[in-house]
């Protein structure tokens, strides 16, 4: 029997305005329905919104009696969303922003919504909802025909879709695609773009490109080129997961393919479990009463479980003098010292899988459903993105990084607009070839908080260097996997950035976009931003190169006889094992020690609210090298996000400085 293809849907029941106004909210909540398009649409929500981190612990139906706790103004309740019987959801700019979590769209689907409305739509969200058969508009002229309980046809939905994304909208969902695609019942176009000059990522797509997915024909790869807008899916050199995505990712895979069903080419495929490893410490009375402590110690069972039944190496925990300490790596840490090369397609269930572009490969976040399916078909779907280049000039003056380079670009109007959604941020010019590759993993690491598909930068002799040095691999092999961008190449923008003006930023709290630089803090917030907490560490801020910055900055202040201000706590967390044993034999350990830090072994950590460093107040004010601040992500606290040098001057002096300050 033919899988069942829709061509219209009819919605019928309430719609949900996300609305800036409390009262408006609560009452909607309480069953007063509206009229019409409200005013000031809330923008910008992210998917830790949707899902707090903690309410992810459940990936199963339990998750959508969480559903929008998290939304700033703290209206809406447990249960609320599913009381509402609403069917639609309505927001502003940029709905689902910040992490790839698909729990978030699944609590949305799992309420009873069935339609996702907003001014714009995030990529790696709006791809989740595909997935998972949750229908996404911007077009808020269908919320007049949903209320007419008109039958809509299917083609509204799919407008300006990719065409393997309209069909997997179609089938309902991308399992039901994937059956009809291995059943012959459909396949994406042929991909007919004539040679032409092509980017960095066009090129390594066109060489990854599936073009026979029937596993008999050997997975014919390889066409002569592709352009933005070109469907298709591509062959990965690398697929990862972490604990938080794995157990939904191996249900909805059993579910799909079969209890028996085998993930194929299981040593190209990892998972980590990084993101929880120290949640108990900081778990609050209220979550363990709630047995939050029992669903995440569960998150590790299913995956060490599935992982072993698979195959599949897991980078753990790692124990010192008898005791486990705390995780190998972040995953996108490990990935880089270890998994990734130059040219490699690496997809991996997390968003911030482009830190991996420094190495000059095409590396981007996934859902579980995208995963699952990977796991066994072992490519994924991709509509090729346009390129945003970015030629970095000149030099960066003393006391500025990549962090602040980053929260430059993300400040510019055409991010904050949202126009950079779903586009690849490629890094180039003289400027990028004189960072260290662990500056330019900072900026590949948050192209997606610019909601961008990836960055990338060409790989060149530092990475050639980096590949010798870590892995002790040969450098004319790492030469010959080297791809560059064709001379002639087309960019949707180009900005041209003179690294030698920029100067140390801080993003206030809220939005990794708001960055505004340090020196006009004081007059905005009407005096000193006094900080409790300073955090350095995470994928972005845990590096080798963060290591020296925080050292130099620590280094300094005990020169001149200073140490972490009186009341602040400054917490220093390593990527990976590998960066704490650089740090020792750097002799950082005790430096950091002498200077008041405390110390924290690999693992998101705070990060994501799951350890030291977390904020426990409302009133905490905590400054970060992490790479977002949205609300509620670390705490209840108030973020500032600011480059290592910034994180340990402020340390120093208690309230947010740049680092010059310090003398
Ligand atoms: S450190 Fe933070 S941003 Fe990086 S992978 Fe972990 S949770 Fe995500």
Request: hydrophobic share 40%; proline share 5%.
């Amino acid at each position: 029997m033919a899988i069942e293809r829709r061509t219209t849907v009819k919605l019928s029941g309430r719609i949900l305005y996300l609305t800036e106004d409390p009262d408006l909210l609560r009452r909607q909540l309480a069953g007063e329905d509206l009229p019409s398009v409200p005013d000031r649409l809330i923008d910008n929500i992210s998917t830790d919104e949707i899902t707090p981190g903690w309410a992810c612990y459940y990936y199963d139906e339990t998750i959508g009696r969480y559903c929008l706790v998290g939304l700033r103004g703290g209206v809406v309740d447990k249960d609320a969303l599913r009381n509402g019987a609403f069917t639609v959801i309505v927001s502003g700019r940029s709905k689902g922003c910040g992490s790839s979590r698909e729990v978030a769209p699944y609590a949305e689907m799992v309420t009873g919504a069935r339609l996702i409305v907003a001014r714009s739509i995030e990529k790696i969200y709006g791809q989740n909802c595909q997935n998972i058969g949750l229908l996404t508009t911007t077009d808020f002229g269908l919320l007049e025909r949903v209320r007419r309980g008109e039958e809509i046809p299917i083609a509204e939905f799919t407008r300006g879709l990719d065409p393997v994304s309209a069909e997997v909208v179609a089938y309902g969902g991308l399992f039901a695609y994937n059956r009809a695609r291995l059943a012959g019942e459909v396949s994406p176009p042929r991909i007919t773009t004539a040679p032409r000059p092509m980017t960095l990522c066009e090129k390594i797509i066109a060489r990854h490109a599936v073009t026979d997915a029937r596993r008999d024909h050997g997975g014919a790869l390889g066409v002569v080129a592709v352009a933005p807008g070109d469907a298709l899916f591509v062959r990965t050199d690398v697929r990862f997961s972490h604990e938080y995505t794995t157990p939904q990712a191996e249900g909805l895979f059993r579910a799909g393919f079969g209890d028996d069903a085998r993930v194929t080419e299981p040593e190209t495929v990892f998972a980590f479990r990084d993101h929880l490893t120290f949640l108990e410490s900081v778990m609050s009375k209220e979550h363990v009463a709630m047995g939050l402590d029992a669903a995440a110690r569960k998150l590790k069972v299913v995956q060490e479980g599935f992982t072993s039944a698979q195959s599949i190496k897991l980078f753990g925990e790692v124990e010192r003098g008898g005791a486990t300490v705390g995780s190998e790596a972040i995953c996108h840490n490990k990935v880089i010292e270890e998994l990734a090369l130059p040219g490699d397609v690496v997809c991996g269930t997390d968003s911030h899988t482009c830190m991996a572009g420094a190495l000059g490969c095409f590396a981007f976040g996934v859902g579980s459903t995208d995963m699952a399916n990977a796991w066994y078909t072992r490519d994924v779907r991709v509509a090729v993105p346009e390129t945003v280049r970015f030629v970095l000039h000149g030099a960066l003056p003393p006391g500025v990084t990549a962090k602040d380079v980053m929260l430059h670009i993300l400040s510019q109007p055409f991010w904050r607009g949202g126009q950079g959604i779903g586009k690849v941020l490629e890094f180039a010019g003289p400027g990028i070839a004189a960072l260290p590759l662990d500056e330019r993993a900072t900026l590949t690491n948050m192209a997606v908080e610019a909601g961008g598909f990836t960055g990338i930068v060409e790989a060149d002799e530092v990475v050639t260097d980096y590949l010798v040095r870590q892995r002790g691999l040969d450098a004319e092999a790492v030469r010959a996997r080297i791809v560059r961008a064709d001379p002639g190449a087309s960019y949707a923008h180009s900005f041209e950035v003179d690294l030698a003006t920029l100067e140390p930023m801080v993003a206030t709290p809220g939005d990794p976009r708001n960055g505004v630089p340090v020196r006009t803090l004081r007059d905005k917030a009407g005096g000193d931003v006094k900080i409790d907490i300073a955090y350095g560490g995470s994928c972005t801020g845990g590096k080798k190169h963060d290591m020296d910055l925080y050292a130099s900055v620590l280094e300094r202040a005990l020169r001149s006889g200073r140490k972490v201000a009186p009341g602040v706590r400054l917490y220093i967390q390593f990527g990976s094992q590998d960066i704490r044993r650089y740090a020792e034999e750097k002799g950082y350990l005790a430096l950091f020690a002498r200077a008041g830090v405390t110390l924290v072994d690999p693992s998101c950590g705070a990060c994501i609210k799951a350890g030291p460093g977390v904020s426990v107040t409302r009133d905490e004010v905590t400054v970060s090298a992490i790479n977002r601040n949205f609300p509620g992500r670390s705490g209840p606290g108030q973020v500032y996000l600011a480059s290592p040098l910034v994180v340990a001057a402020s340390a120093i002096a208690g309230h947010i400085v740049a680092p010059d300050a310090l003398g």
